[in-house]
Nanobody, 117 residues
Framework: QVQLVESGGGLVQAGGSLRLSCAAS????????MGWFRQAPGKEREFVAA??????RYADSVKGRFTISRDNAKNMVYLQMNSLKPEDTAVYYC????????????WGQGTQVTVSS
């Protein structure tokens, strides 16, 4: 089993930046990709970004503003968020999957990001 712990959320003004971090522990040796989802109040959880050795993917809503990166040696994934907008306000969740055909079944506890206008 893998454990995922996020950090780095907080309150920021529109136009500001935040960097989220996620530390994976436990069964990390066969992780295929690591990524981020978010869930705003009253909305479904949505994909933000993910990174594997083969590809890096972003939701259209964050392209050009967010950057995902990984440190495989430390089993960490990061999300640098720039030019933040109020609509980016959500709980951000770290996730992993072990195969490119499998779903994201492992989640962290989430970290709150609030962007004020």
């Amino acid at each position: 089993q893998v454990q995922l712990v996020e950090s780095g959320g907080g309150l920021v003004q529109a136009g500001g930046s935040l960097r989220l971090s996620c530390a994976a522990s436990g069964r990390t040796f066969s992780i295929y990709d690591m990524g981020w989802f978010r869930q705003a109040p009253g909305k479904e959880r949505e994909f933000v970004a993910a990174m594997s050795e083969a590809s890096t993917r972003y939701a259209d809503s964050v392209k050009g503003r967010f950057t995902i990166s990984r440190d495989n040696a430390k089993n960490m994934v990061y999300l640098q968020m720039n030019s933040l907008k109020p609509e980016d306000t959500a709980v951000y969740y770290c996730t992993i999957r072990y195969r490119n055909w499998s779903g994201y079944d492992y989640w962290g506890q989430g970290t709150q990001v609030t962007v004020s206008s």
